[in-house]
Every structure is written in structure tokens, then in C-alpha cells.
């Protein structure tokens, strides 16, 4: 079983704060994508970070996957309240198309 | 739009019982997966399959089984229902190596 450990569990902030949120694994994944999912609903993908050392950005949110494809940070800039939510990490392994899940980022975001 | 269908949104069973949890998917994905989702544990993986017929133990596989006799249909099976299966399942289904896409989810809650 390839872990993935996320941290912090639990993150409460103000309204413009900025924030990261990590993905931690010792082992490596061919990609690794970050979900958000909203009480009542299924998690629903953010982006997909694939080559070592990849740095993409969706508006506010800036993803990062380690050099060596073991870790992945998740930044937020200027946090809205419309951020809250849980922010949950998968990896892809090498040995085929098993997706593993991180335990989640509980945000709550406050105005 | 890509949609994953799970049969029901709530479901109370009494232990002991053999319960039946199907997902449909229309986009013609080779993988599908069921995950339970219980607080502070993240997504768990119980099952997936990468074709028809196909099935391979995710990490919590004991106490269920899976069948995919359609590629469209995956659904989760379990045989005795306990207290401790008491959860939310979520299913998925993704072409290889992209995005898993989510159902809304079954709350399903074991008396």
C-alpha cells in the first residue's frame, strides 16, 4: 500500500490569510492530483501535477509536486470564504491505476 | 459531462443483512473504484477494477466483494452487514492515468 500522509488535518483561518496544505509520501507516484470536495457531494479534481518539480497555478491556488514525486504542497493566497471545504491529495502508483487518497485537509475558511 | 451514478443517496440496513451498493458510469472508463469515507481517515479503497470481470483488493477489502459483469456497472457487495460498516461509499470511475471522477455518494448507516 503506497501512504499518503496530509497535513495539517484541520486548518481554521481568517478571510485573506494565506495558507499551504501538505501531501507526504515515501513512496513514488507517476502523478498525483489534488481534489476538493463539498459536504453532500463527491471530491472533484483540481488539477493533476505529473513531472517532478511541476508548478501550476488555478487562480489563487498554486500546486506543487516534489522534485522526486514523493510530495505534493497545496498554497492558497488571499483565502476566500468559498475556500472552505476538504482538500484531499491522490496519488497514481507506478504499478498501475490504483488511485490512493490522502486523509484530507478540513479547511474552514472565516469571514 | 461525465456522470457517475450511485443507486442511492441514503440507505439504513439491519446487521446481518446482504447489501447491495451500484454505481453506473457513462463515459465508457476502464477503472472504477468504491471507497468509504469515514472522518478523519480520508478516502479508504475497498475495491477497484480496471475491466470487465476484473477486480483487484484495495486496502480494506475484507467484509465486501465487488462485481463488474457490465463496464458501465460496478457495484459493491456486502454479504453480512455489521455496525462497522456504517459509512460513506463513494464510487469512481477514470480512464487510465486521468482523473477519477465521483458519485454523489451512499450514506449508509448499518442498525
Known amino acids: 500500500t503506497q501512504l499518503l500522509e496530509q497535513s495539517p488535518q484541520f486548518l481554521s483561518i481568517q478571510e485573506g490569510e494565506n495558507l499551504t496544505v501538505y501531501c507526504n509520501s515515501s513512496?513514488?507516484?507517476?502523478?498525483l492530483q489534488w481534489y476538493r470536495q463539498e459536504p453532500g457531494e463527491g471530491p472533484v479534481l483540481l488539477v493533476t501535477?505529473?513531472?517532478?518539480?511541476e508548478v501550476k497555478k488555478l487562480k489563487r491556488l498554486t500546486f506543487q509536486f516534489g522534485d522526486a514525486r514523493k510530495d505534493s504542497s497545496l498554497h492558497i493566497t488571499a483565502a476566500q470564504t468559498g475556500d472552505t471545504g476538504l482538500y484531499l491529495c491522490a496519488g497514481e502508483g507506478n504499478a498501475g491505476n490504483m488511485l490512493t487518497f490522502g486523509g484530507g485537509t478540513r479547511l474552514m475558511v472565516k469571514p | 459531462d461525465v456522470k457517475v451514478t450511485q443507486s442511492s443517496r441514503y440507505l439504513v440496513k439491519r446487521t446481518g443483512e446482504k447489501v447491495f451498493l451500484e454505481c453506473v458510469q457513462d463515459m465508457d472508463h476502464e477503472n472504477m473504484f468504491w471507497y468509504r469515507q469515514d472522518p478523519g481517515l480520508g478516502l479508504r479503497l475497498i475495491y477497484f477494477?480496471?475491466?470487465?470481470?476484473?477486480?483487484e483488493k484495495g486496502d480494506i477489502p475484507e467484509g465486501y466483494s465487488v462485481s463488474r459483469e457490465k463496464k458501465e456497472r460496478f457495484s459493491l457487495i456486502l454479504e453480512s452487514a455489521s455496525t462497522n460498516q456504517t459509512s460513506m461509499y463513494l464510487c469512481a470511475s477514470s480512464l487510465a492515468g486521468r482523473e477519477a471522477f465521483f458519485g454523489q455518494g451512499t450514506r449508509l448507516t448499518v442498525v
Open positions: 513512496s513514488v507516484f507517476s502523478s
Open positions: 501535477v505529473v513531472t517532478g518539480g
Open positions: 477494477s480496471y475491466d470487465v470481470k476484473m477486480k
